[in-house]
């Protein structure tokens, strides 16, 4: 009688299989579509299924972001390295967290898409540090607006915070007619 041990450490099942990815809609209540994707998954024969590898989940966040248009970990790292500023200074000029910063350039989380728009017009350049800035800084009264707001009999007008991208223009600029 010829007695065989079990295989204890069987190699490893990888292949490529198809996968769809999800895309979110714009204001993320809903699916806009699926994008198909061949990724790399590995068999688990313990509970009979088939696993994302760790490159697939990189891989599918990265399709993801791309059709939210959405910028990528690299294209994040590049832009604050384009700009010559630390991920610190990043973190406080876009009135978030450093952490947050951190793990956007790592991969492991997204920016939202409100503040990808900040980042695509400082990529652009539509947008510089130096004006973000300033637009962090400035301090404007709302409560002659607000107050105005409940009546609203006429125009409500306040002093517009930049004009064409200069800081402190002084023109007015209506907020109701």
Known sequence: MNITEPNTNPEPRIEQRAYEVSIPSADGESLAYKVPLMVWMEWDATINEWLLTPEAMDEIEATKARHMGLLTADEIRTLRERLKL?????AELLKIGAKTWTRWETGKQRPSQSLNLLLRALQCE??????????????VDWTPALAASVEMTQPITLPLAFSLGVIGSGEEMPLAS
């Open 86 to 90: 630390t991920q610190a200074h990043m």
């Open 126 to 139: 539509i947008l510089t540090p130096y004006m973000l800035k300033q637009l962090g800084a400035s301090q």
